[in-house]
């Protein structure tokens, strides 16, 4: 039997009170199985997705708890890079690795709100009323402002007092409704974030 | 704690017994590609993302390193180092961590059972369960990686995603970075990939790209290839020639046996002293010697 | 043989080796530097790390330690201070520590008179001076709740080792100086209780003893 | 980008210009990264900083903020003076032996045709010579005068190196090594890909910029080919998407236009759209547009939409004025706008000159923002010191924010920059209340509708005559507006090639592609572009096929590419005139005898035999080869020019009579701030960085964590100047505002000397605002000017005056 350096030193400290420990009842010393965090992804919903952030567009998988089952609330737990995608191949930059962050935001407007002339700040609101304001001041400003036609009598149809920025991280399903809800209302003053 | 064991262990903290050795695992590394990285800190993100870390937003200092450094929320942070070779600006830009030495200096220094574990794959992984918030790990490591919380004690620093790797996955840092500075596999396959790196960076000019994987501490499998494989120093202080401190290895090498067997020595000195000579007691003659004395000086 | 202790004690006359200030402050030392040995050999020695639970687990073991060797810094200041003047190294002690051999083998009467502590006794409060001053400086430097931060990385390196050395030499001290107090029986009684025998005195301190005398003059 | 993500990875030579594909792109980037390690590709990169995408290039150039057009015309002299030109292919596929008008000159900076008083040009004279059948004439010898190569000669014969370095800043051999390297792409074997952003666009001629790149890739030979192309990196994830949509004040989706007021009738509108060809065998895509029209008319009316009523042709409005959003917040500061609608957008931040929008937003009756964030803009009115210096109590504006969906909580589809259309699915609830944007958008609409069938009110019409036959019409899916937007035949469509046979397409069913589409009204496609992408085979976007079975990184079952599932634009450019592959290493497409194959869908006619008939490879033109000399596509002429930004330090070294773009559009009071550089003599540049994305992410903990906290960036002649050390606090100002911010003192930005004098840089990053998890800060358009390109009124972000002061060590 050959005893290396490290053996050696290991028996030089285990002779002398090694045994003593176990006899006096503290238990094993030598628990040697250690265990790694346990993955935390194995039970959660898988659902393919798409960064919201620049137009590489990379494809996210998002893990949410639960299994689609009624009385469980899918909370999203993890967002991580499609291995599959072609363009990102299962990476993600800083912002797109920090998606969980921008779901789970403190700042997420989770509520209607409305402020009201010369208020400091917004008031919770229900929809109802967010919507049927809207839609009232929207009908009052188009029905005194819409223009059907020029000074020197060519059609116009259009309402140019009030402004519509789209957004640019929403699906075009949203943007083609969108076109379709602003123009029928005559809208022109339409830009979007393409070029800022 | 449950017994399953998910990666097999070679080395344990504070442990007298060799660990089941038996099965021999696949020894892995990460290899990260310095000339590759642009610094974006992917790798910090999906750390964070993964590992549930949030360190507290910080200021900025005039420079882009954030957090500054390394701590129990931050495992891996970007180093910036804007260098000047032969007129020509280059922005070196190294991502520190762990870099879970083969011999691991912390894993010599820690007093704990089974704190700091060595798997046989390769990583080192702290066990926080067992850490006792000594900070010997911050003095045995020779990269200055571990970092004590001063919220629980316990010494955090990168796993190397132990938990994804022991699923057959890649540690999230590895799997997020964009440009592929980072790539994760077998030991042997990612020396490979790093000579195919250190080629390509010398047929662009760096004569001195290498690998570096320090024997000092038994190699790594955490490792860089550098176009400046000479001068590791320019990447934001990478040791040139690391090792476990001397000072590190005799206190917690030789010093160990040394002392147990002087006290010990001590301790038997003591017990044959006194079955062969017994207990040196006041007689009779001292205490009249005593009054003698005590008499003549009184007269 | 009229060697019963209770009926010697009838006639002895006693001196107070220790008064009650200095017994006390000296097991303060003492319990401080058990509770550290026990605790500091945990973290020294894996076979030892059981004794963790002796304090309630190892946290609790690590966050205590400093604080015990706080308090024993303080009670050792103390006890130095008191002692000090008696711990001066002499000619006599140089002479009395080239009869050692004579002392371990009870030959008392060759060896050169010692005052209230002998060389060995000095000898032991200089390696327990320097041994608390250094592991109270290299202890500070490695509590890493307060100054984990606070110096650079050498030297906390450096002070892990001083600690681990110091601590070693204080144990065998240790060993050594209660071995002697066991073996050089009435020298317990005198810490625990204070009084001495003028015999022991004549035995083991005789200069002391001259000294003693010629001052109830 | 004409051609994809993956397709970079082909490229030998990448040029990141105007733009920081490392930090705006990141995962996009990596391709470039594959480019060199798997092909040996070199990356240029020409910034005015060291950015990260330098950090990895093999050669990077310096310039000054808004000279790119002196740098890339100093290319083009450099490959026309060196003849590094791939001459078969400019001689078979641009416009460079056209002969052009007599009548079309350059002097002094301007070319002809200009009035002053309009700031603009009549561009009549901006066109080719025409034969009496209409087709232009051209000189295959290229020895005329008058043909545009020859043209293209004069006009950058100014460009010299020597003035590249007076106007850049860059020095003469770094500028030379750059052509060079571009050069080595002249060939046919080689090939150069281009990458921009919003470092070529956000300028007042920022389009020139891009009709340069234009012009080099084409004599290069490098349009329709792997690993070349002109790739525009685009801003957000479905920004791609919104613009192929038409959401601008003068679009239609796929590209058309909104009729303009002068355009009455169809028919009358239809006559200057479908382009006939000007030379002989030319497709001239763009003769279908009548059918696309009305197809997407029939998409908005449904059964409304008649070929008696035009197909609704009069509900359309009808746009007098381009109202993009400068000028709609300079309608609002006028208090001329009454309403504003944000739909996740954060104008606020994003608009140039801060203090005119809060007092333009402060003029409005309401403004509603939809938003899944708490976003400046709706907190416009709030208080919070001289980052926002709003008075609450004086702002009388009705805000509403109405709380949306995230990306993760819908399902539908957004385009990549590469066009590829992606459907992604939904993971959980919106939180709270939270509802779609779709939901909202049907609401409103719904009660608008209801509001005028009740009380009557202004021109009902098409309110009441858009199609909204959804099948919850409170809550489309995206499922169905998708099948809308991709098209279905309305009636049976009778087979071209023989109406005897079975119908293509049933009644009801959807359309397989565009060229189905009708101009009877028998079909409707709400954007043609995107027909294809839903099909009678199912959701072609929502396919998860990662095959790539060229290995060219064309992936053809991932998604749907638009047009027709095309990857790579223009490929029929690929191969040479007979229809062979240029270079065999760089094949896409070829004509084997019966029709066009290859490893992508042929952009092209697939059974055009090229033995036959010389069709062009650039379809959407009529004269069907790439225009080297624009025509009057352009509103600062045909071939770029020169100009310096609106605030510049320096004198417009090319012509002293023409300092900036002559035909850029500036509001009054808008050119009174405009700086001066005896005032403000730095150039500042604003900029993203890699850890945030706009005004979104400082949000989200873990990007404040990576970039807490506002600075701007200086080089460490400038920091010395002024006592400035990194950490400090500054104070950077303009005509129109100041900021304050750290400073981080950098190698990484340099002086650069133009014309002798050294041009200090100021770098503001943009990302900072009062309402996050970052720490506050101010924002860079605090300071920017308010002017925009003149073809796309992109704000001039890239380039203007500043001046800098330290005022403390950090706080």
């Known amino acids: ?196 | 704690m449950a017994s399953l064991q998910s990666l097999d262990v070679r080395n344990r903290s504070a442990s007298t017994a060799v660990p089941p050795s038996v099965r021999k695992d696949l020894e892995v590394a990460k290899l990260i590609d310095v000339s590759k990285c642009i610094g974006c800190k992917a790798c910090q993100s999906a750390c964070m993302a993964w590992n549930d870390l949030r360190p507290d937003v910080g200021v900025n200092s005039g420079i882009y390193d954030n957090p500054e450094n390394l701590g129990p929320a931050a495992w891996t942070v970007m180093r910036y180092t804007e260098h000047e070779e032969a007129g020509r600006l280059e922005w070196l830009i190294r991502k520190d961590g762990c870099m879970h030495c083969t011999d691991p200096g912390c894993l010599k220094a820690c007093p704990s059972p089974g704190a700091i574990v060595q798997y046989a794959n390769g990583i080192v992984d702290f066990v926080q369960e067992n850490c006792i918030g000594c900070g010997y790990c911050v003095k045995g490591c020779p990269f200055n990686v571990p970092r004590i919380s001063k919220a629980d004690n316990r010494a955090y620093k990168c796993t190397l995603c132990s938990d994804r790797v022991a699923v057959g996955q890649s540690p999230a840092c590895a799997k997020a970075c964009p440009t592929g500075a980072i790539v994760f596999g077998s030991k042997e396959s990612m020396v490979d990939h790093a000579q195919g790196r250190i080629k390509d960076l010398q047929s662009r000019g760096y004569d001195k790209a290498g690998l570096y994987d320090p024997q000092g501490v038994g190699g790594t499998h955490v490792m860089y290839v550098l176009h400046h494989a000479d001068r590791p120093e320019l990447y934001s202080g990478l040791p040139n020639n690391p090792e476990i401190s001397p000072m590190v290895a005799l206190w917690k090498g030789a010093l160990k046996p040394l002392s147990m067997i002087g006290m010990g020595m001590a301790l038997l000195a003591g017990l044959f002293h006194f079955v062969t000579k017994g207990p040196n007691e006041v007689t009779e003659a001292d205490e009249e010697n005593a009054r003698k004395l005590k008499g003549r000086d009184a007269a | 043989m009229t060697t019963s202790t209770e009926k010697v004690a009838v006639v002895r006359d006693t001196y107070t080796r220790y008064n009650p200030s200095e017994r006390a402050n000296h097991w303060l030392v003492v319990v401080c530097a058990l509770l550290l040995m026990l605790s500091g050999l945990a973290f020294f020695h894996p076979v030892f790390f059981w004794l963790t639970a002796l304090f309630g687990g190892g946290q609790a073991a690590r966050a205590i330690h400093p604080w015990i060797g706080v308090v024993l810094a303080i009670s050792f200041t103390f006890m130095g201070i008191r002692f000090f003047r008696q711990n001066i190294w002499t000619k006599e002690d140089s002479e009395w520590m080239s009869h050692v051999g004579d002392v371990i083998n009870h030959r008392e009467d060759k060896v050169p008179e010692a005052g209230r502590f002998n060389a060995a006794q000095k000898l032991v409060f200089y390696v327990m001076f320097w041994s608390v001053v250094t592991l109270f400086l290299s202890g500070l430097v490695l509590w890493q709740h307060y100054f984990g931060d606070a110096f650079p990385i050498g030297l906390q390196r450096f002070a892990g080792l001083v600690h681990a050395v110091m601590a070693a030499a204080m144990i065998i001290t240790m060993i050594i100086h209660i071995y002697a107090a066991i073996w050089n029986a009435g020298s317990v009684r005198a810490m625990t209780r204070g009084p001495v025998t003028g015999g022991w005195l004549w035995k083991h301190h005789r200069r002391f003893l001259r000294e003693e005398v010629g001052g109830r003059k | 980008m004409t051609n994809g993500w993956n397709d970079i990875k082909n490229a030998d030579v990448v040029l990141v210009m105007g733009g920081n594909a490392a930090e705006a792109h990141t995962c996009g980037f990596k391709w470039v990264t594959e480019a060199k390690s798997g092909n040996g590709a070199k990356l240029i990169v020409v910034d005015p900083r060291f950015t990260r995408t330098a950090a990895v290039s093999d050669l990077y150039a310096p310039l000054r903020p808004g000279s790119d057009i002196a740098f890339l015309g100093g290319i083009i002299h450099y490959l026309l003076s060196n003849e590094k030109i791939f001459k078969d292919y400019v001689l078979a596929y641009t416009n460079a032996a056209f002969i052009v008008k007599e009548g079309f000159g350059f002097e002094d900076g301007l070319f002809s045709g200009y009035n002053a008083e309009k700031r603009d040009y009549d561009r009549s004279s901006w066109d080719y010579e025409y034969d009496e059948a209409g087709q232009a004439k051209l000189d295959p010898t290229l020895e005329n005068p008058r043909c545009v190569f020859n043209l293209l000669k004069v006009h950058y014969s100014r460009y010299t190196a020597e003035m590249v370095e007076k106007t850049c800043g860059t020095p003469k051999d770094l500028f030379l090594k750059v052509c060079e390297l571009i050069a080595t792409t002249a060939t046919g074997a080689k090939t150069l890909t281009s990458l921009y952003a919003l470092g070529w666009t956000q300028h007042s001629k920022g389009s020139q910029n891009i009709r340069n790149i234009a012009i080099i890739q084409l004599l290069l030979g490098n349009m329709g080919v792997p690993g070349g192309g002109i790739n525009a990196l685009r801003g957000h994830s479905n920004v791609q998407g919104i613009t192929d949509f038409g959401l601008f004040s003068n679009s239609v989706p796929g590209y058309l236009a909104m009729p303009n007021s002068k355009e009455t009738t169809l028919e009358e509108y239809l006559k200057t759209r479908a382009f006939k060809p000007i030379r002989p065998d030319q497709m001239s895509f763009l003769q279908n547009y009548r059918k696309f029209f009305v197809s997407f008319l029939k998409a908005m009316y449904g059964k409304n939409a008649t070929a008696e009523n035009q197909f609704g042709f009069d509900w359309l409005p009808k746009v007098d004025v381009n109202l993009d959003t400068l000028r709609q917040f300079e309608l609002m500061f006028q208090g001329k706008m009454n309403g504003f609608i944000c739909q996740g957008f954060n104008p606020l931040m994003s608009v140039p000159n801060r203090k005119k929008l809060i007092a333009g937003l402060s003029k409005l009756k309401y403004l509603v923002v939809m938003d899944p964030l708490h976003t400046e803009t709706a907190h416009f009115f709030e208080n919070h010191g001289e980052m926002n210096d709003a008075d609450p109590a004086k702002i009388a504006t009705e805000v509403f924010l109405l709380p949306t969906n995230c990306f993760a909580e819908e399902e539908g589809t957004f385009t990549n920059s590469g066009r590829v259309i992606q459907w992604h699915w939904k993971a959980a609830e919106p939180p709270g209340q939270a509802r779609t944007d779709i939901q909202i958008m049907a609401d409103l609409f719904l009660r608008l509708k209801a509001l005028y069938a009740k009380e009557g009110g202004k021109f009902p019409d098409p309110i009441m005559n858009v199609d909204w036959s959804y099948r919850n019409p409170a809550k489309p899916t995206a499922d169905e507006l998708l099948r809308e937007i991709n098209g279905r035949a309305l009636a049976d469509l009778p087979d071209p090639a023989d109406a005897t046979k079975p119908p293509i397409k049933k009644a009801g069913e959807l359309m397989d592609i565009f060229a189905q589409l009708k101009d009877d009204g028998t079909t409707s496609c709400a954007n043609w572009i995107y027909s294809g992408c839903y099909t009678e085979k199912g959701n072609m976007t929502a396919r998860r096929d990662p095959s790539d079975p060229s290995g060219k990184g064309i992936h053809p079952n991932w998604g749907y590419a638009w047009p027709a599932n095309r990857r790579i634009l223009y490929n029929r450019a690929s191969a040479d005139p007979s229809g062979k592959a240029w270079n065999a290493k760089k094949k896409v497409i070829e004509w084997n005898g019966s029709r066009w194959a290859g490893i992508d869908v042929p952009d092209f006619g697939p059974l055009i035999d090229p033995t036959q008939k010389a069709t062009g490879p650039f379809i959407m033109n009529p004269e069907g080869v790439g225009r080297l000399f624009t025509r009057g596509m352009m509103r600062e002429g045909p071939f770029p020019e020169h100009y310096e930004p609106f605030e510049s330090p320096v004198a417009n070294p090319f012509h002293t009579k023409v300092q900036s773009n002559p035909v850029a559009r500036v509001f009054k009071g808008d050119l009174e701030v405009f700086g001066k550089s005896e005032d403000f003599p730095y150039v500042a540049t604003t900029y993203r960085l890699v850890e945030h994305f706009h005004y979104w992410t400082k949000h989200a903990k873990m990007n404040a964590v990576l970039q807490p906290e506002l600075f701007v960036e200086i080089g460490e002649q400038l920091a010395k100047d002024k006592g400035i050390a990194s950490g400090d606090m500054v104070e950077v100002s303009s005509n129109r505002g100041r900021i304050k911010a750290k400073a981080v003192v950098t190698k990484r930005i340099r002086p650069l000397v133009c014309d002798g004098k050294p041009v200090h840089i100021v770098g503001i990053p943009i990302h900072w605002g009062f309402i996050g998890a970052t720490k506050k800060g101010f924002g860079a358009n605090q300071l920017t000017p308010y002017v925009g390109d003149a073809n796309t009124e992109t704000p001039e972000y890239k380039a203007f005056l500043v001046n800098i002061k330290r005022i403390g060590p950090a706080a």
Request: glycine share 10%; with cysteine; net charge positive.
């Open chain 1, 1 to 196: 039997m050959t005893i290396n350096r490290r053996e050696f030193f290991r028996l030089g400290g285990t002779a002398v009170a090694g045994t003593t420990a176990s006899a006096l009842g503290f238990g094993s010393l030598e628990a040697v199985a250690a265990e790694v965090r346990p993955y935390k992804l194995a039970r959660t919903t898988e659902t393919r997705n798409t960064c919201p952030y620049c137009s590489v567009s990379c494809g996210v998988i998002i893990h949410t708890t639960g299994d689609g089952s009624k009385n469980t609330k899918a909370e999203i737990v993890h967002v991580e890079g499609d291995p599959d995608h072609p363009v990102n191949r299962g990476s993600l930059c800083p912002k797109g690795a920090a998606l969980l962050d921008f779901i789970r935001s403190e700042t997420r407007v989770k509520q209607p709100m409305h402020r009201a002339a010369g208020e400091a700040g917004f008031k919770p609101v229900s929809w109802d009323f967010v919507m049927e304001r809207v839609a009232r001041l929207m009908k009052d400003d188009r029905d005194a402002n819409f223009k059907q036609a020029s000074d020197d009598g060519k059609t116009l149809n259009h309402w140019p007092t009030t402004g519509f920025l789209a957004g640019c991280a929403t699906t075009n399903e949203t943007g083609w409704l969108t076109y379709k809800a602003v123009r029928s209302l005559g809208i022109i003053a339409l830009d979007n974030q393409a070029r800022i």
